[in-house]
């Protein structure tokens, strides 16, 4: 049982699940490659002078996959709370459990649905700072979160900021990820 399922493979599933993976969290995430990225110019994302979409997600995929992530080619059928944990069934019938999970379904949230959220076409679904949405375990990132103010450095920021509060949550205490150069000798 994965710790945390990531539904959607865009800048904001991806960030998540970066973060999570690189502190050792054991992360699923579930998406097809079919984001909208994949008809973007990034222009405007920090570090990045300009990068097709597609480029930037092949690289945001390896870079996910290189920190122990397990990124799965499928798409999610239903969710739903079972107790503490939710239960997502794929296509084909597989079933995964996880105490969290990360939305990421952009402007069609359909899943979070299932769950009782409510989608405003103007203002998407309601979350804290956090991503986190009303529903304990449950986070909401990128174009889902904000329609029509998305942007891909936005919803990865979205995503990093649901997997610190997930690592804060479960080492109950306030997590910073930091990494430092390594030493001169």
Do not use: C
């Not at 570090?47 to 690289?59: C, N, R, S, T, Y």
């Not at 997930?166 to 205490?173: A, N, Q, T």
């Amino acid at each position: 049982m994965p710790d945390v399922v990531v539904i959607g493979d865009g800048p904001g599933g991806l960030s998540a699940a970066l973060f999570l993976a690189k502190n050792k969290v054991d992360v699923v995430v579930l998406g097809e490659d079919k984001t909208a990225m994949h008809w973007a110019l990034l222009k405007n994302y920090l570090g990045i002078p300009e990068m097709l979409g597609g480029d930037f997600q092949k690289v945001a995929r390896d870079q996910v996959r290189a920190v122990g992530a397990t990124l799965r080619d499928a798409r999610a059928e239903t969710i739903a709370r079972d107790g503490g944990t939710y239960l997502v069934t794929l296509a084909g019938g597989e079933a995964l459990t996880a105490k969290y999970v990360v939305l990421s379904e952009g402007n069609a949230p359909r899943l979070a649905k299932q769950l009782g959220l409510a989608f405003d076409e103007k203002n998407g679904i309601a979350t804290d700072r956090n991503a986190r949405a009303s529903l304990d375990g449950v986070y909401v990132v990128g174009r889902s979160a904000r329609p029509g103010r998305s942007q891909a450095i936005i919803s990865a920021g979205d995503g990093a900021a649901a997997a610190i509060d997930i690592l804060s949550r479960e080492r109950g205490k306030d997590v910073v990820d930091w990494d430092e150069p390594p030493k001169a000798e």
